[in-house]
């Protein structure tokens, strides 16, 4: 009783927690527009660009990524995930989710062949106990030889499941989330170098509802491959759009003034050689 | 159920992210801050194309003039910062159209620049040609030719400040406008107050009464260069029209023993809205300025006055005490929906509707002070814009973006003080400026922008 209710009261609290994160972290799940779109976004910024603007730690990332992931494979990956997580509560809710989503896959796939849907109906209620179902198939074997190659397919599809079930969605959504650091260091870099280069015409009517997108494409050395191009923005000398043009050409400004992009490792060229900048005043209290 | 929901939300969110991600193998960065500073432009001098000698000095002293006029104005407004002419690298030559941006230009850290050249006409009429330039994109953003009597380089020096301004901003310039305003000489207990007017930059003082008689509240036609104001000419308090060009005057109806005072025109520019006092009891009046017909908007015991149009004409803003203290309210056009507007501490009074329709700035008075703030025109966000001891009157640019009001010192005990002159204020409470005006200053209204007979 007491057990169960610890555990409830656990849950539930558990509960709380993830349906308050979602609930904040997702405008669409919430009413109120105005302060949370504003604030949540904010604690999101300070967190990464501290972290993760150190060069160091950048370039860690993708080290990482290829050698020491087949080792922890064999070790307690699951334990260790979490480690790197404390640093930020979206991505640990994201390798959350990942585990949620790549269990299912292993598990499901087995199931196929009818024997063992019919070990399954024989023994519904207890847990399956891995000896006794090696005896009915290897019997099954013996009997059949017809049966032993995809018998002892199966055999090997129910053991690995419980042995490497957890190694193999813990490992891929680790080196997500390794890349992921490392795109939103490369994402914080250029922030940062971009929020210093941004002029806001903050008397523009309304510019607290305006937004632009912006494209670059960089060279190596981190300048400007060619000018900048504004993305959908569609005719910016229409008549009416004139607040606009001058917010869309600060933004244009800001690009051209930043370059060059420096600071940006080069081993991940590919990442940023392209890059869309979406600049928005929704923050501005215009 | 519990879990499988939270299941169901996880997958969710999960699979939005995993979409979102795996859209992009372009990089996406969000920005979302940024400063708000001055962006740095340079204005060389405008060059003369052969320095003939003009009406008011020779060729290239009309052009430096012209250039530095420009740079005032753009740099009043706060949003422009202007490079000292004397870090520029290079002089622009008369037959140079298009400057070399990345080897002159861009080092100085300008983000635009100003052109200009001037050529005088066989026919004493001058030519003034000015490119405005993204010195980044190295394209131009705007460029005009004007053609007039050289004596007019000052006008003209307003209306390419304006052309720079809007193509800048996205919004109408405000700097080829004028501001009348009551000049005050002699000492505090017989004072004269005479109607004055002078140009946005303080240039061209001229004043348009003789100071025989008391002239107060003067305001500007939105739509005409007419003033109505306030005079006590032959002792009695009434309203007047005014017209600028043609220098007439006449008195706006005549009501007798009654007082009218606080007056103002509509959007149109077609009537005039004021205050009638009867027995004193005041109410609010419009009078249709063709026909001189009268219609009573308001009928309180407490003290309706200061109204002031929307600009779209469907609203009127005024102030009253009927509430117990001096608040704003707003009504239809007829004098219906009557609504309180204003629910901070402290009484508020000259109310006025914003040019660009979404503010009311008023005179807010409490803790022992006379601030100028605005508020949204149904009363909420309310801003306080400047914080001395008495500040009073604002009056609207016609692009609804800056303040223009007056501020008067305290006295002190020796008889000193008192003294006002005209300021100015951003709508962002920055940029606080000191009109320079000749004599103590007070009640400035803002016209419309000067009519331009010829251009492009």
């Known amino acids: 009783m007491k057990d169960g209710q610890a555990g409830l009261i656990y849950s539930l609290g558990l509960h709380v927690v993830v349906v308050t994160t979602v609930w904040v972290g997702m405008p669409f799940l919430s009413n109120e527009r105005d302060i949370p779109s504003t604030i949540p976004m904010e604690i999101e910024f300070v967190d990464i660009t501290e972290e993760t603007i150190a060069p160091a730690q950048a370039e860690e990332a993708p080290k990482e990524e290829s050698k020491p992931s087949p080792q922890k494979e064999t070790k307690y990956a699951a334990a260790e995930a979490p480690a790197p997580a404390p640093s930020e509560a979206v991505p640990t809710l994201e390798a959350v989710k990942k585990e949620i989503k790549r269990t299912p896959k292993p598990t499901t796939k087995p199931v196929v062949t009818e024997r063992q849907k019919l070990t399954a109906r024989v023994r519904p209620s207890s847990k399956p106990k891995p000896p006794s179902r090696f005896k009915t198939t290897r019997l099954a074997a013996l009997i059949d030889k017809s049966v032993k190659k995809e018998v002892q397919k199966t055999v090997e599809a129910e053991e690995k499941p419980k042995l490497k079930a957890p190694p193999k969605t813990t490992v891929p959504s680790f080196s997500a989330l390794k890349a992921k650091l490392a795109t939103a260091a490369l994402q914080d870099a250029l922030k940062s170098q971009i929020y210093g280069c941004w002029n806001i015409p903050s008397g523009v009517k309304d510019v607290h509802t305006m937004q632009v997108k912006v494209r670059v494409f960089l060279r190596p050395d981190g300048n400007l491959l060619r000018p900048p191009q504004y993305v959908d923005a569609g005719d910016l000398n229409a008549a009416g759009r004139e607040g606009y043009r001058t917010f869309a050409e600060s933004a244009r400004r800001a690009v051209q003034l930043c370059a060059p992009y420096e600071r940006l490792p080069m081993e991940r060229y590919d990442e940023w050689k392209d890059i869309e900048f979406n600049f928005d005043a929704s923050e501005m209290t215009g | 159920m519990m879990k499988q929901l939270m299941r169901k939300i996880a997958i969710t969110v999960m699979m939005i992210l995993g979409a979102a991600s795996a859209a992009n193998a372009q990089l996406k960065v969000d920005v979302t801050r940024g400063n ?127 052309k720079i301004y809007s193509r800048m901003t996205g919004e109408d310039g405000y700097f080829d406008t004028r501001v009348v305003y009551i000049a005050e000489t002699g000492d505090p207990l017989n004072r004269k107050k005479r109607l004055a007017i002078m140009d946005q930059d303080g240039a061209n003082q001229r004043f348009l009464t ?221 940029n606080e400026r000191k009109m320079p005006t000749p004599f103590n200053a007070s009640d400035p209204a803002w016209s419309p922008p000067l009519p331009l007979t010829r251009a492009e």
């Open chain 2, 210 to 430: 003789s100071g025989d008689y008391l002239v107060l509240t003067p305001r500007f036609s939105p739509s005409q260069q007419e003033i109505t104001y306030l005079s006590y000419f032959n002792n009695k308090p009434r309203v007047y029209l005014f017209n600028i060009t043609t220098n007439r005057f006449e008195v706006l109806g005549d009501f007798e023993k009654n007082m009218t005072f606080a007056p103002r025109f509509s959007p149109d520019g077609d009537s005039v809205i004021l205050t009638l006092s009867e027995d004193g009891n005041s109410d609010i009046y419009l009078m249709d300025l063709s026909t001189r017909n009268t219609m009573r908007l308001t009928s309180h015991p407490g003290i309706d006055t200061s109204p002031s149009f929307s600009p779209d004409g469907t609203k009127i803003v005024f102030n009253s005490d009927r509430g117990g203290s001096q608040q704003l309210y707003v009504m239809d056009r007829n004098g219906k929906n009557i609504k309180r507007i204003s629910h901070g501490n402290g009484r508020y009074a000259t109310p006025v509707w914003s040019p660009r329709g979404d503010l009311i700035a008023f005179t807010k008075m409490g803790e022992g002070k006379f601030r100028i703030g605005v508020m949204r025109t149904d009363g909420t966000g309310e801003r306080l814009l400047t914080n001395a001891y008495q500040d009073e009157g604002p009056t609207w640019s016609p692009n609804g973006r800056v303040l223009m009001f007056f501020r008067t010192t305290p006295y002190d005990n020796n008889g000193g003080g008192g003294d006002s002159s005209i300021w100015s204020v951003d709508l962002t409470g920055f």
């Open chain 2, 36 to 162: 708000v500073e001055p962006i740095p432009m340079a204005f060389p001098h405008f060059v003369p194309q052969g320095d003939a000698v003009t009406a008011v000095g020779r060729l290239s002293e009309v052009g430096e003039k012209m250039a530095n006029v420009i740079t005032a104005n753009l740099e009043s407004t706060g949003l422009f910062s202007a490079i000292d002419r004397a870090a520029f690298i290079a002089t622009l030559s008369s037959d140079e159209i298009r400057p070399n941006f990345a080897t002159h230009w861009r080092p100085l850290g300008t983000q635009a620049m100003v052109t200009g050249r001037l050529k005088l006409l066989s026919d004493g009429q001058v030519q003034v040609e000015f490119r405005l330039w993204d010195v980044l994109a190295e394209t131009q953003m705007v460029a005009m030719s004007y053609k007039t009597p050289v004596s007019n380089w000052r006008r003209i020096a307003h209306v390419i400040s304006d």
